[in-house]
Nanobody
Framework: QVQLVESGGGLVQAGGSLRLSCAAS????????MGWFRQAPGKLREFVAA????????YYADSVKGRFTISRDNTKNTSYLQMNSLTPEDTAVYYC????????WGAGYQNEYVYWGQGTQVTVSS
């Protein structure tokens, strides 16, 4: 069992940065790949980024590649999403999620993620 709590969301101007954190409790964090997803108003939840158990494999959605960086610290049971050069199109509720299956099975497949956080709101003003 893994419990996930996101933090770090807020209001930022376009071009600004935010760092989201996902704190995990439970024994299986280091054994879980981690992902970040987001859901904008009126839209389906979409994949943002994912990182493997040891951080050796990382995947990004094309829309955030070069601007967002996912990382993890297994000693702190925490995953991070550094978001730079934010635009209003990045406005969404951001969720972190954990999975036990390899990312090679499909990093963006939401059904592979077993545990989900409650989400944190990110609003980017123009």
């Amino acid at each position: 069992q893994v419990q996930l709590v996101e933090s770090g969301g807020g209001l930022v101007q376009a071009g600004g940065s935010l760092r989201l954190s996902c704190a995990a409790s439970g024994r299986t964090f280091s054994g879980s790949a981690m992902g970040w997803f987001r859901q904008a108003p009126g839209k389906l939840r979409e994949f943002v980024a994912a990182i493997s158990r040891n951080g050796g494999s990382i995947y990004y959605a094309d829309s955030v590649k070069g601007r967002f960086t996912i990382s993890r610290d297994n000693t702190k049971n925490t995953s991070y999403l550094q978001m730079n050069s934010l635009t209003p199109e990045d406005t969404a509720v951001y969720y972190c999620a954990a999975r036990l299956s390899p990312l090679e099975w499909g990093a963006g497949y939401q059904n592979e993620y077993v545990y989900w956080g409650q989400g944190t709101q990110v609003t980017v003003s123009s």
